[in-house]
C-alpha cells in the first residue's frame, strides 16, 4: 500500500476513535480474529493496522509483520483494505467484549443508531427503522452505508426532496415522497422518477461530500487555491505588456528601453456589434456597439449590464476545492462554506458588494420545486430556519450541498450534458403611460416592489453537450450590498468638523460623514466585508456584519460551457437596443418599425462568458490540481434600487495549487 493510503489510514482510526460511520458488514468469520480464539483483542487490531501501513495491504503478512491475518481478509482478495479495518473496529465497540458479532453471517444494525456529523431532525416525519440491507455479490451501492467492493468509505446519504427530507438514510426505500435530479439539464430539481431527468438519475437518499467521504464513496483531497485575480487595467508596452496591472509602477521597462514608455491603461473591448469582444481604443473600433472596459480574458471578473450602465468588475480571493477520486469517469465534488474568502468588490462609487459563500437549506433540500419555481429558502440565520416550511406546509428543511457545504457539483472526465446555461426574465412592464392614469410616471419607474408587480419567473435552462473535463456547479451564495465606495475613510462634509475623520454622522454636528453609508452597515470593526467566513466563537478577528447586510441566500449553477444572461420586455434603461418580438436581428425604435414582425421590444441582452473545462489528469495527479478550470455563470435582477434592471455575467478562474 502506498504512503498517501497509508496517511488516509491514520486517519481513518483517529476518525473511528471520535465518532463511527456505519459499516456493519462481516463474513462468517469473526473478522480480524487473527489467532482464531473467537476474540478480537488490541494486539490483533494492531496487527492489521500494521499489515496496512507495512505490508501493501497483503493479509498472509511480510517480513515486518510475520504470519499476517488472513481472517481480516473479508473479502478473499488476498489484501487488507481500510474498509476492512473499519468493519474491524465498527465490531470492536459495537460488540464487546470479543469484538465478535453475537449472531453471524449478517448481523444488522437499525436507524435509531446516528452516526457521526448526522444534523438531528425537526418537526419531520417520524422515521421507520429497518435493518441496514445485506449485502450482495453485485455492483457496490454507494450511499448504504457499507463499503464495499471499489468504494474507500460509505457514510450513507440524507434523503432530499421529499417528505422526511434531512434525514440521515441508508436506502433509497428509507426516503418519503420525491427525490432530486443528479445531474444533466434538470441537476437540482425534484423529481418523481428517472423519467423528470433527462440524461440522469432521480435520487432519494443523497450521499454528500465534505466529510473525507466524496458523494461516489471515495476518499476526499482538498485543492486550495487563489481565482486568477480580475484585471481591468493592463501594461502596455514594457517587459509586462498585457498583464495586469494597478498603477505604472507595475509595468516597468523593457530592456532595451522602448520610447514611449510603458503605461498602465484601461482594458477595453467591444461591447455589442460585430467586433464584441475584440480590443478597442474608441467607439470607432466598434460599429453596432460600445468600446467599455472590461476585465481582461483570463482573469476572474463580474460584468454588470443595465442598458445604459457597463461596469467590469475584477474578482479575487481564495477557496478550497474537495474532491473524490475519479468513478465512473466522473469527479464529484464540494466547496466548503467556511473556505472561501472573497474580498469586498467595489461597483464603481454606486455600491461595495461583499459575496458570501452559504451553506444552505431549502424545504427539500432541492434547488428547484418539481414545477421548476425556486425552492423556499430556509437557511438559518437568513430565515426564521425550519418554522418557514413547516409553517407554509411545505416538505422538511433540508442541506442542498450537505452539511457546511455551499457549492457541489460535477466534473465528467468523459464529457457531461447540461453544461450552457441561460438565465432569463421577462419584465413584462408596460411603458409608462399605457397603464398610469393621465400618463404620469411615478418616480421611480417601475415602483417597488423588487422584482415590479406583473414580472416573470427567471428561466433557467441547461443544454448542450461538453467534451472531457465539462462540469455543472451549484453554488450557493448571498450578496450584501453598502451604498457608496468600499473605501472606508470618511469625513466630515461641512460642519464646524469639516474635513475631520469620522465614523458616522454623529461625529459631524450640523453635517453628514461622507463615505460611511459602508460603516452604517458594519459591526464593530469598522469595516464591511472584513473577515468574512471566520467565526467569532474565539473572538476578533471575525465576521461581525450585522444580518441585516448580508443579502439573501441564492443558489444559482456555473458552468465551462457558456452562461448567458438576458431580460426582455424592460423598461428600465431607456438607452439599450430594442428589437422586434418576431426578428431579433433587427433593430427598432418603434412598433412601426417592424411592421408584421413586431412589437418592437426593449431587451437586455444577451450577454455571455464561455468557460473552459477542468483537466482530469490534473486532477488525478499527486497532489491534484484544478488550475485552468474556469466555470462562469449568468443572472438577472430587475428593478434594484441602485441600477434598475441588470444582467450580471460572472467568470471564476483557478490559479495554480497552494
Request: some cysteine.
Amino acid at each position: 500500500m502506498s504512503k498517501v493510503i497509508g496517511r488516509c489510514v491514520r486517519g481513518t482510526v483517529v476518525a473511528f476513535g471520535i465518532g463511527l460511520l456505519l459499516s456493519a458488514r462481516t463474513n462468517a468469520q469473526c473478522l480480524g480474529d487473527c489467532n482464531g480464539d473467537g476474540t478480537v483483542g488490541p494486539g490483533e487490531l494492531n496487527k492489521v493496522i500494521a499489515i496496512i501501513l507495512n505490508c501493501s495491504s497483503a493479509a498472509a503478512g511480510c517480513g515486518a509483520v510475520p504470519g499476517g491475518c488472513t481472517a481480516a481478509d473479508k473479502n478473499g482478495d488476498h489484501t487488507i483494505q481500510p474498509g476492512e479495518l473499519n468493519n474491524i473496529i465498527f465490531n470492536i465497540l459495537n460488540f464487546p467484549p470479543k469484538g465478535c458479532p453475537a449472531t453471524s453471517p449478517t448481523p444488522t444494525k437499525t436507524l435509531g443508531v446516528v452516526p457521526t456529523n448526522t444534523i438531528a431532525p425537526t418537526n419531520t416525519p417520524t422515521r421507520v427503522p429497518s435493518q441496514t440491507p445485506t449485502p450482495t455479490t453485485g455492483a457496490a451501492v454507494c450511499g448504504n452505508g457499507i463499503t464495499e467492493s471499489n468504494e474507500d468509505c460509505d457514510d450513507g446519504g440524507f434523503c432530499i426532496g421529499g417528505d422526511n427530507a434531512g434525514i440521515k438514510c441508508n436506502s433509497e426505500a428509507q426516503c418519503q415522497g420525491q427525490g432530486v435530479c443528479t445531474e444533466g439539464v434538470k441537476i437540482g430539481t425534484a423529481c418523481n422518477g428517472d423519467a423528470d431527468c433527462p440524461d440522469a438519475k432521480c435520487i432519494h437518499c443523497k450521499p454528500c461530500g465534505g466529510d473525507g467521504c466524496a458523494a461516489n464513496c471515495t476518499f476526499e483531497q482538498d485543492i486550495a487555491y487563489d481565482l486568477v485575480p480580475g484585471a481591468v487595467k493592463v501594461c502596455k508596452g514594457g517587459a509586462n505588456d498585457g498583464k495586469g496591472c494597478n498603477v505604472v509602477a507595475d509595468c516597468p521597462p523593457s530592456s532595451p528601453p522602448q520610447t514611449p514608455g510603458p503605461s498602465c491603461t484601461t482594458y477595453k473591448q467591444c461591447l455589442g456589434g460585430p467586433n464584441d469582444n475584440k480590443l478597442c481604443s474608441g467607439g470607432v473600433d466598434c460599429p453596432g456597439g460600445i468600446c467599455n472596459q472590461a476585465v481582461k480574458p483570463g482573469s476572474s471578473g463580474a460584468f454588470v449590464h443595465d442598458g445604459l450602465l457597463q461596469l467590469a468588475l475584477p474578482i479575487s480571493g481564495t477557496q478550497t476545492l474537495t474532491i473524490g477520486k475519479k468513478r465512473n469517469n466522473e469527479i464529484p465534488g464540494v466547496i466548503k462554506a467556511t473556505s472561501v474568502k472573497l474580498p469586498a468588490i467595489g461597483v464603481g462609487p454606486v455600491a461595495c458588494a461583499c459575496v458570501r459563500a452559504i451553506a444552505t437549506k431549502t424545504c427539500g433540500g432541492t434547488v428547484f420545486d418539481f414545477d421548476g419555481s425556486g425552492s423556499t429558502d430556509c437557511t438559518d440565520g437568513f430565515t426564521a430556519g425550519a418554522s418557514v416550511c413547516t409553517d407554509a406546509g411545505k416538505k422538511p428543511c433540508a442541506f442542498v450541498h450537505g452539511p457546511g457545504n455551499a457549492s457541489s457539483g460535477l466534473i465528467g472526465c468523459n464529457g457531461l450534458e447540461g453544461v450552457n446555461l441561460s438565465f432569463t426574465q421577462d419584465e413584462a412592464y408596460a411603458p409608462c403611460g399605457t397603464q398610469v392614469a393621465g400618463g404620469v410616471c411615478p418616480t421611480p419607474y417601475p415602483p417597488a416592489p423588487t422584482p415590479p408587480a406583473g414580472s416573470g419567473l427567471p428561466v433557467i435552462t441547461l443544454s448542450g453537450s461538453g467534451g472531457p473535463g465539462s462540469s455543472i456547479v451549484l453554488n450557493s451564495s448571498a450578496i450584501g450590498t453598502a451604498v457608496g465606495a468600499c473605501n472606508q475613510a470618511g469625513s466630515c462634509h461641512a460642519g464646524s468638523n469639516a474635513g475631520k475623520a469620522c465614523t458616522k454622522n454623529a461625529d459631524c454636528p450640523g453635517s453628514t460623514c461622507d463615505g460611511v453609508k459602508v460603516l452604517e452597515v458594519s459591526g464593530p470593526d469598522l469595516t464591511f466585508c472584513s473577515n468574512v467566513g471566520v467565526s467569532c466563537d474565539n473572538g476578533p478577528p471575525c465576521d461581525d456584519d450585522p444580518q441585516s447586510s448580508r443579502g439573501v441566500p441564492q443558489t444559482l449553477p456555473q458552468v465551462t460551457g457558456t452562461a448567458t444572461g438576458l431580460i426582455t420586455n424592460t423598461y428600465g434603461a431607456a438607452s439599450s437596443a430594442r428589437v422586434c418580438k418576431n426578428k431579433t436581428t433587427q433593430t427598432c425604435r418603434s412598433d412601426a418599425d417592424c411592421g408584421a414582425d413586431g412589437p418592437c421590444l426593449f431587451n437586455i441582452g444577451p450577454f455571455s462568458y464561455t468557460g473552459s473545462p477542468y483537466d482530469c489528469a490534473k486532477l488525478e495527479a499527486s497532489p491534484p490540481t484544478a488550475e485552468g478550470g474556469n466555470v462562469v455563470g449568468a443572472f438577472t435582477g430587475l428593478n434594484q434600487p441602485s441600477t434598475g434592471d441588470i444582467v450580471v455575467r460572472n467568470t471564476f478562474i483557478i490559479g495554480p495549487r497552494k
